[in-house]
């Protein structure tokens, strides 16, 4: 089971044991997402917020990067092929 904190320090942990996410932009997604949890919101809209309105135009690519990443690091986490 996963567990999420947002108030303070963003942690996930995994039957007690803390999920390290390295990549700081992927810790931003994952904590984008988690504040919207329940919520559609749109590639769009987390590209302009990851980037702070101001996307690369490699924002596209980088962004299914840090997806690709956090669905990988919280499957295995999770115990999920």
Known sequence: M???SVL???WVRSN????DIARPKSRTVLGLLLARANHTVSTG???DELWLHEPPNTA???F???????RKTLRAAAGVD
């Open 16 to 19: 007690g044991t803390d999920v």
């Open 64 to 70: 299914r990067v840090h997806i690709s990443y956090l």
């Open 8 to 10: 303070g320090p963003l």
């Open 45 to 47: 809209q987390l590209i």
């Open 60 to 62: 596209a690519s980088a």
């Open 2 to 4: 996963l567990e999420f």
